[in-house]
DNA sequence: TAGATTGTTAATCGATTAACAATC
DNA sequence: TAGATTGTTAATCGATTAACAATC
């Protein structure tokens, strides 16, 4: 038996043993070009639902979201078979899947370390509350915003961030502090029971392998690209002339 | 003669062609992956000249930012021999020329309009100053901010928005202003003589094929991939348990 | 010259699209 | 049943990696 063909198997046996247990998710390996398209249904869900829309098919989302129909198939079925032939998708069906698959509802408890200019802009957004992420407490050493409500939680020293993150129960950190403290934070964060990381600093947590998942914000690099993008029109347009 | 040997051959050409003209920029057809990486490569850059480093081979530079230095390689040349062999890449130039690619030091001036907590983070924050974007102006209808300086710039009445962009110069405009009047702005800015738009609204704008380059940001969708891993993470803890 | 390292081609891998049988 | 549309396989496309000749 080939190799492909042998995954291939073990993949249906593994779906057929969730089925069984009766779990309510699958989760398989999934390439990362699809786990980065997930958010983008989400939100694409979220406005039909608002529209009123019951049903979709994939030929119809495909016009919405500017992509193939081709792609929304595959795309959905790497979690299992979320329509129905003939029918298409049940609109509120497949955003409770896909919530499902981003934790939303799981209510994930979040704490941003750094009460500056960015972490007030977020947690002051509705961001989190859509995403069913609730932001429970700030941290910062700056004793003019400590004790303060920002958006819906308060700012507590820094000192005492390992004894609340505990108290609270805090899964996610998001850290919109200077890049200067960043390593240190990292490290203290490392040995505290969280689980996800959202690093705002620009610089690489040197705490790999320690179980926490990292995602690294560079938002700058979305400018970047855009400014090539305008650079580059301007040289063609340049030349033209 | 293949089209794949006849597309090798005109670039070529082209590429001829500006040595001859004494152009200093060539820029030819490059795929989105590559053109994503390039601010990586410009931090990376960053970073070696803070460091004092003066030359650098894709083998190491391959180390520090855990890829394949054939990436880098293979990445680099999509704009023209950078490296010398033997030696590898003279960091300062090599910056030099991403520089040039990204519009670094071509001096793009830029408006936010939406001066909120997210316009002010951002323009409070040395991201632009970094990439050699002038903030020169922000836009806001709330008379309370309206005057104030904010980072470098002052707060004008959206109202002056289209005045103030052909006095000021701007050829970008950030947009931090609440979603219900994303498309509304978008429209005017059609008309204004802009060439980009960074857009934090989470609106689609309506604006294509207007030539003005777009770049939409979903800082949400990244909350969301951290979320997924958590809870792919939780998943897998509590199976095995 | 010998050693190092790029530039570049060829091979591999992964992701997207097309096509169609299964099925509602 | 006939029509619609998914789930899924096969074909295509693009991006990454490996290999090595060119050359500093």
């Avoid at 080939?2 to 398989?28: A, V």
């Avoid at 981003?102 to 007030?120: K, M, P, Q, T």
């Avoid at 989190?128 to 429970?136: C, N, S």
Wanted: aromatic content about 8%; glycine content about 10%.
């Amino acid at each position: 038996m080939s190799t492909k063909k042998r995954i291939e198997k073990d993949e249906s046996l593994e779906k057929l043993r969730h089925q069984i247990d009766g779990r309510d998710s699958f989760r398989p390996e999934v390439s990362p070009a699809v786990i980065k398209r997930l958010p983008r249904y989400f939100r694409y869900l979220r406005e039909l639902i608002r529209m009123g829309k019951t049903r979709v098919s994939s030929a119809e989302l495909s016009k919405m979201m500017n992509v193939t129909a081709s792609q929304i198939r595959q795309d959905l079925n790497c979690f299992g078979g979320f329509g129905q032939q003939g029918y298409g998708y049940n609109v509120n069906y497949l955003y409770t899947k896909i919530c499902e698959l981003l934790g939303v509802g799981f209510g994930f408890r979040a704490a941003v370390i750094g009460a500056g200019n960015l972490g007030s802009a977020l947690v002051g957004s509705p961001m989190f509350e859509k995403r069913g992420v609730d932001v429970v407490a700030l941290f910062d050493v700056n004793p003019a915003v400590i004790g303060k409500k920002i958006g819906p939680a308060y700012v507590y020293p820094l000192t005492e961030m390992e004894k609340r993150i505990e108290e609270f129960g805090i899964e996610i950190v998001i850290l919109t502090l200077p890049k200067e403290h960043a390593e240190e934070i990292g490290e203290r964060l490392a040995e505290c029971p969280i689980h996800g990381i959202w690093n705002f600093t620009g610089k690489e947590l040197a705490i790999k392998d320690r179980g926490i998942v990292i995602e690294n914000v560079h938002i700058g690099d979305s400018l970047m690209t855009l400014c090539y993008e305008v650079a580059k029109k301007l040289t063609l347009e340049n030349e033209k002339a």
